[in-house]
């Protein structure tokens, strides 16, 4: 995930997100935001495995997980259907970024276990 996700091309809420999936809690600015997390995907790419730089079995609320990562795909589908241009473009990369966040944020998201009994047939 650290060579798909450039911190600069996501949301403030999305590099909250990530930053907190790590253990981090930043009261500072996007900019600062962007340098740590920045750093702990380094971190990782360098050959640092996820546990040491903070990365921890975070629970996050399933129906509020839901909401976020439908919130999420529908802006990327925006972007998407009003994109016109080439890989190289800030827009492009963007969207990538995003899609990679987001792919990574379903991958974590555990599902509660449903309650009901399946009835035998």
């Known amino acids: 995930m650290a060579d798909s ?3 600069r091309h996501l949301l403030v809420s999305e590099i909250d997100y990530e930053l907190k999936f790590r253990g981090v809690l930043a009261n500072c ?3 600062e ?3 740590l997390l920045k750093r702990l995907l380094d971190k990782v790419a360098q050959g640092g495995n996820q ?3 903070g990365v921890y079995k975070f629970t996050f609320a399933f129906p509020t997980e839901s909401i976020e990562i439908d919130t999420t795909i529908a802006s990327i589908t ?3 259907a009003d994109f016109e241009g080439n890989p190289s473009d800030t827009l492009f990369l963007k969207i990538k970024t995003r899609l990679a966040h987001v792919m990574a944020r379903i991958q974590r998201l555990i599902v509660p276990e449903d309650d009901t009994k399946d009835e035998e047939i």
Do not use: C, D, E
């Open 29 to 31: 600015g996007r900019p």
């Open 78 to 80: 925006t972007l998407v």
């Open 5 to 7: 996700i450039s911190p």
């Open 51 to 53: 546990s040491n730089v």
């Open 33 to 35: 935001k962007i340098t």
